[in-house]
């Protein structure tokens, strides 16, 4: 790797870092009261999002099924009927993503709950959520760099991953199980 392409990585891992601790320092954590107990009661969990939004909680619902829960990725084959009382967890950065405004206007018809990861707490998706969370980070088509200077919805995402992982982490703690337990349930036809 050429010395200039170092600096652009170092410069890069600074950004991203720099970015992600200050998303995480202005979250309002109120909005975090009561989610782990929305997704203990629910009989089944689903998530939905698109693009890289969509990968983040894919990597969601698996560490839901580590923990024995039942968890799908709407879209997929294999994907049941939400019902009333299941939870549906729905990203989309501007709240607006068709697919995703779709999937919890019908979770909310049939009774389930939404929880909703948003930038725009005044958007179609907020509107239908049972609860959102907002996370302050720059929507993909904001280019104005005064939000973040990483490309197209990146810090959305990263952010995602890191409360969707916390929230993961929250969850495991209240179980109690050891990663031993949990372990088993992990892919094995990789």
């Known amino acids: 790797m050429a010395q200039e392409d170092l600096v652009f990585l170092s410069i890069g891992l600074d950004t991203v870092l720099k970015e992600n ?30 693009g890289r939004s969509g990968l983040v909680l894919r990597m969601t619902a698996m560490r839901l099924m580590h923990l024995g829960m039942a968890a799908h990725v709407v879209g997929e084959t294999t994907t049941p009927a939400i019902r009333a009382g299941d939870l549906l967890i729905a990203a989309s950065g501007s709240g607006t993503t068709p697919s995703v405004v779709r999937s919890a206007a019908k979770s909310r018809e049939v ?25 302050p980070a720059a929507q993909k088509q904001d280019h104005g760099t005064t939000v973040s200077h990483q490309y197209s919805g990146s810090l ?23 990663a031993e337990e949990l372990w088993p349930r992990h892919a094995n036809l990789e």
Do not use: C, K, M, Y
């Open 21 to 50: 601790t200050q998303l995480v320092e202005l979250l309002n954590r109120t909005q975090f009261e009561g989610l782990t107990d929305l997704i203990r009661a629910a009989p089944s969990v689903f998530v939905a999002g698109a």
């Open 111 to 135: 009774g389930a709950n939404v929880v909703a990861f948003t930038t725009a707490a005044d958007s179609a998706l907020a509107d239908l959520a049972t609860r959102v969370v907002v996370l």
């Open 156 to 178: 959305f995402e990263q952010g995602l991953l890191l409360v969707t992982d916390a929230l993961f982490h929250a969850l495991w703690q209240i179980d109690g199980s050891p």
